[in-house]
């Protein structure tokens, strides 16, 4: 697991919904149940701040970070589409994006972490609209027009577009392995398991289920296949991470405690 993989879990998963900041030192003590080094931490943060996606701040307890509004918004997205709240019924359309030339790789990865597959090298498609697209298309200076289009052969057309934009299989297969990889890492955690064990293996089903944001774009049901192995494991995802949290977020708040003794908090200068 990488430092700034790791550090984008931990604040949008446990430390968003306490205020987005944390002390340098509760960052280390955090990731420490991962096998992740204090110096990673540290020169992940880093990187993070020229990124723009933390904001160094001073805390009573020493210096800390806090999210910047671009990587909250980040954040509130994906958590959405990690826990599946507030998504709508799909209408039949599809968002179809065709570009006046190639999208540079960074942009392309953008955009399928958005939930768009490619059609070729001038054309994107996704089951929904993203509003963050033109702001991706028009950092990449790649010019395009967009269209909300339903297949003219139905439900059999738009599954054939899907064919095309997702390979389903490899997805199934990758779905189906991370339920046997991380059924051990979750079920050896009992009632008798310190809150420190449910949160490392909290940690790290999250971590594995998050990867899918940049694989599947969460297609409807009439588009997938019967009997979808995605289905039975968010089935997977949802009871253990439900059933781990508690403890985990026991572990969390001791972390910001131990280093956090109250007080006042201000910002350092940029």
Not at 21 to 34: E, G, K, S
Not at 42 to 69: D, K, N
């Amino acid at each position: 697991m990488q430092a700034r993989s790791a550090l984008f879990d931990l604040y949008g998963d446990y430390l968003r919904p306490r205020g987005g900041r944390a002390p340098v030192a509760a960052l280390v003590r955090l990731l420490a149940p991962l096998g992740i080094a204090p110096p990673a931490v540290r020169t992940a943060v880093s990187r993070m701040v020229r990124q723009g996606w933390l904001h160094p701040m001073r805390l009573v307890s020493g210096p800390g970070y806090l999210l910047t509004p671009k990587a909250a918004r980040r954040l509130d997205e994906a958590a959405a589409r990690i826990y599946r709240t507030g998504r709508a019924g799909w209408d039949g359309r599809f968002d179809l994006v065709l570009l006046h030339g190639p999208l540079p790789k960074r942009e392309a990865n953008r955009l399928a972490f958005l939930g768009y597959g490619s059609l070729g090298e001038h054309a994107w498609v996704a089951p929904r609209a993203a509003d963050e697209v033109d702001l991706v298309l028009a950092e990449a200076a790649v010019g395009y027009e967009r269209f909300s289009a339903a297949h003219a052969a139905g439900s059999p057309g738009a599954a054939e577009v899907v064919g095309k934009a997702w390979d389903l299989d490899e997805l199934a297969r990758s779905y189906e392995g991370f339920v046997a990889d991380l059924r051990p890492v979750v079920t050896t955690v009992t009632a008798r398991s310190s809150d420190e064990e449910a949160y490392a293996a909290r940690f790290r089903l999250v971590h594995a289920w998050r990867s899918f944001l940049f694989r599947d774009p969460q297609l409807p049901p009439s588009l997938l296949p019967p009997r979808w192995p995605g289905a039975s494991a968010a089935g997977f995802f949802d009871r253990h991470s439900a059933r781990l949290r508690p403890a985990a977020d026991r572990y969390v708040e001791r972390c910001l405690q131990s280093v956090t003794r109250g007080g006042r908090v201000g910002f350092s200068e940029p």
